[in-house]
């Protein structure tokens, strides 16, 4: 019997907050939420904040897409290099130990005084003098004002997108409402396995843009700028500081599709068997200035003037940059953001056994790519394809009726060309398989697109669907563009309150730069737990019904530990490391210390 890949486990931390205990949902739809939760919301939101004013306007207001703080860098100061010269007969003062070797022929050099050279130029010399600009870009999805990942562990210099993805994944392995430890006990090293990544790789000056930029500065390139800045390294640091883990690592890369890549690597894995559980996610820390004036230079970013002139707003008035992002609306580029979103999925067996919280179920996830192109950035047909086979399972599993209660999730940009072609794609899906008025939303406008990590947005805010009953609406738009393909499909510009249970299946949908498309069908937790009651029947589930309470209780006292700012990430740097005189080792097994299996060494012939 296949497995079925179900979802226990969600951690991280984005523009609405902290992700564990639905928060970062509940930001978003904090308005409509009970005067309880929404008070919690605040104290989780406040906590990694720092700070104590839970009733603050100001709090609210530091969260989810804004104008650019000067925490990472300063947007109107920006320092570059600006080209120059020294004409032919010019003469300069420089330090001594400024002068360097060798000395290039055109110079002519002499001793000035005791601290300092003559340099007499034969020649033109072209220099490069130090100035700053300010950024025409000034919206972005910002982690929440005041919050410093490297402050929580000993982060050692560690590029912010690791920072994030210790953080993250230490949320969602802490949130679980059990301890690891109990993992391993049921499952063999090798039946685990992490797949994160980012897919900009750590492009922070502790990473790969340090190491690029350095000698151009007149410094020196760190012994840790190129091994910390590669793009799997999230799921590196996941292994060697959170979980210790021996199992399957890597990353499955496809720009802004990459977290579903992810996903659909986790969801292959369990189906087969070859593993039990998969910590699976991403981290992208994008906002440093080198990656806005890349997008930006693309036209792929809406500017300050560009969202003005939306508004009818003058240069004194500035540019609405709560709204920057508005998806299928009258809009000028994508909102750029930072993110590190982390899920936990297992097996149907694993999952009743630990009685682990059933947020969902992972049905299928799809990839595909646009074919010829005419250019490398412009969309093409995989987005159908993916989007087509999607909704062509969920019809499998939860038949015609379940498929008309589908909503989606949409790639939702903020880019004219996407509001075209993303909601052509979903407009014929939805008439080919006779779904009328699809309901359509794309949080992207509450958090900005962070890439790679931009489908585990959309995931955390799908399960916070099904557990409160309210799905974000597009709240930054007033109306649908004339361009826009919405035969089938209805927009929501405003919340939308609807039955936890008449939801039975969501559509996460991802394209990606250079032709990298992906689609999930994402199972409701009541249709996941009718699977597992025909799959295990009833006497199966009353276990872990009993079972799951225990684990509800140990997740609301993180919950509660967290809000009180009790708790630190895992971060085990040095602990617990095994050698070669740790294991057992036979022909037949492997036995790894801290776990109850051993790893299988008596394989069949896969071929015969």
């Known amino acids: 019997m296949v497995k079925l890949p179900v979802i226990i486990g969600m951690g991280g931390i984005g523009p609405a907050g902290r992700t564990s205990c639905h928060h970062a949902y509940r930001r978003l739809v904090i308005d409509q939420l009970s005067l309880a939760d929404a008070e919690a919301t605040k104290r989780a939101l406040a906590q990694v904040m720092g700070r104590s004013d839970v009733e603050s306007d100001d709090l609210l207001k530091g969260s989810l897409v804004r104008k650019l703080e000067n925490n990472l860098f300063d947007p109107q100061a920006i320092p570059l290099h600006k080209a120059f010269g020294a004409d032919q007969g010019s003469s300069l003062l420089v330090n001594k130990k400024r002068v360097g070797s060798p000395i290039p022929e055109h110079w002519t050099v002499t ?23 300010q950024s025409t870009i000034n919206a972005a999805g910002q982690l929440p004002s005041g919050f410093d990942p490297s402050k929580l562990y000993q982060s050692r210099n ?81 292994n060697a500081y959170v979980l210790g883990s021996v199992g399957a690592t890597g990353t499955n890369m496809g720009a802004c599709a990459t977290f579903l890549y992810n996903l659909n690597q986790a969801k292959d894995d369990i189906r087969s068997g070859r593993r039990r559980i998969v910590l699976v996610g991403n981290s992208e820390a994008p906002l440093v200035p080198e990656v806005f004036e890349g997008y930006g230079n693309m036209g792929a970013l809406a500017t300050d003037e560009e969202l003005r002139e939306l508004d009818g707003r003058s240069v004194e008035e500035g540019a609405d940059h709560r709204r920057a992002c508005r998806p299928f609306s009258g809009n000028c580029g994508f909102t750029l953001a930072e993110s590190a979103q982390f899920f936990v999925i297992c097996d149907d067996e694993l999952a009743l056994e630990l009685g682990a919280n059933i947020y969902g179920a992972v049905a299928d996830v799809f990839v595909n790519a646009d074919g010829f192109k005419k250019s490398i950035s412009g969309p ?13 399972v969920a019809r499998s599993i939860v038949g015609e009726q379940g498929l008309q209660r589908s909503f989606v999730q949409a790639h939702g940009t903020g880019t004219p060309q996407n ?5 052509h794609i979903l407009n014929e899906a939805a008439q080919v398989f006779g779904i009328s008025n699809l309901p359509v939303t794309a949080i992207k406008s509450y958090v900005g697109h962070s890439l790679s990590a931009a489908a585990g947005d959309q995931l955390a805010a799908t399960l916070g669907t099904w557990q409160y009953g309210v799905i974000p609406g597009i709240s930054t738009i007033d109306h649908i563009a004339d361009d826009v393909y919405q035969d089938q499909l209805r927009f929501l510009m405003q919340h939308e309150s609807v039955d936890t249970q008449g939801l039975d299946v969501a559509f996460l949908n991802s394209k990606g730069f250079g032709g990298n498309n992906a689609t999930g069908a994402i199972l409701a937790p009541h249709a996941t737990q009718e699977i597992l009651l025909k799959r295990h029947g009833k006497e199966a589930i009353k276990r872990h019904a009993a079972l799951n309470e225990q684990t509800r209780e140990r997740q609301a006292e993180y919950d509660v530990r ?7 990430p895992i971060y085990q740097f040095g602990e617990g490391v095994l050698g070669a005189e740790d294991i057992e080792f036979s022909s037949k097994a492997l036995h790894v210390p801290g776990y109850s299996k051993p790893v299988d060494l008596e394989i069949p012939n896969p071929y015969e």
Request: aromatic fraction near 6%; include cysteine; hydrophobic fraction near 40%.
């Open 111 to 133: 001793e000035h005084d005791d601290q300092r050279m003559r340099i007499d130029l034969e020649a033109n010399q072209p220099l490069l003098v130090p100035i700053t600009r």
């Open 158 to 238: 560690h590029p912010r997108g690791l920072q994030m993805s210790v953080y993250g994944a230490s949320d969602a392995i802490s949130s679980l409402g059990f301890d690891w430890d109990r993992v391993k006990q049921c499952v063999a090293p090798d039946q685990i396995a992490v797949y994160a990544g980012s897919g900009m790789a750590q492009l922070d000056y502790n990473g790969v843009g340090g190491m690029l930029q350095a000698r151009l500065l007149g410094k020196r390139v760190t012994s840790k700028q190129c091994p910390l800045g590669l793009a799997e390294m999230p799921a590196d640091f996941i």
């Open 380 to 392: 093409g047909l995989g987005n159908y394809i993916t989007v087509g086979k999607a909704m062509a």
């Open 419 to 423: 509001r075209i072609t993303e909601s």
């Open 562 to 568: 967290c809000s009180k700012g009790e708790l630190s």
